[in-house]
């Protein structure tokens, strides 16, 4: 039986430092289209500017703030295998994820060299770039979530305003011709989404598995044919 080895280029040191630097970027993801997130339960809030509490609107301090705290959605993953490699390839990286704005998670202790990277790197949602997936069991979440958090009997009395800063949705085809969630979403949503995306065929959360760390595989919008609906 033989083992296959893998490829390796032996010169690859004795290029010069600029062809070495043009390679090590050319390995990194690219992060520019409009990325998939999953709605996720608990990411509505309310908050009481009396109390002392931040996020509400300027100028209504007697009110209440339903706010979206788009922050606490699982966050993106990203594989970066060259931070592993040397000194050098770990100095593109670096600057290339702040240049990113990623967030770089570590492990405390020791991590055995053929296990997993000591290290994970992340980013959160984009909320002017990046679109909002609801998947079909989550949908009834999606809508009473939102109007449970502020009829709570201890908000009984209060005015209030809503924050929420996503404007761009995506929902399966299913869920799309069922009709009853376009109705949902009419009440609540009809003003903060501006743009509808419809993905036909397998869906997101086939490939998506929970993790422990709650990071995302990426799934990300590249093209579309038909457009997308908008109002």
Known sequence: TTTATPPSFALFTNLPRELREQIWRETLPTDSGSTLFPYRKGCWTVRDPAKGETGFEPGFPDHLELLFLYESLDKLHFDIPIFFVNSEARDIAT?????????????????????????????????????????????????????????????????????????????????????IFLEELLQFWNYRVKELFIIVGPQPEEAWTDSEDSMLARWELESWNGGSYRW
């Open 95 to 179: 600057t290339w994820l702040r240049e990113k704005g990623l967030e770089v998670k570590v492990y405390p202790g020791p991590v055995p060299r053929h296990q997993q990277p000591w290290c994970t790197f992340a980013r959160t949602f984009r909320p002017h770039r990046d679109i909002l997936y609801v998947p079909d069991g989550k949908s009834a979440d999606f809508y009473s979530e939102p109007i449970d958090c502020i009829t709570q009997p201890k908000y009984d009395g209060y005015n209030y305003n809503t924050t929420c800063e996503v404007s761009r949705l995506a929902i399966s085809e299913t869920l799309f011709t069922e009709g």
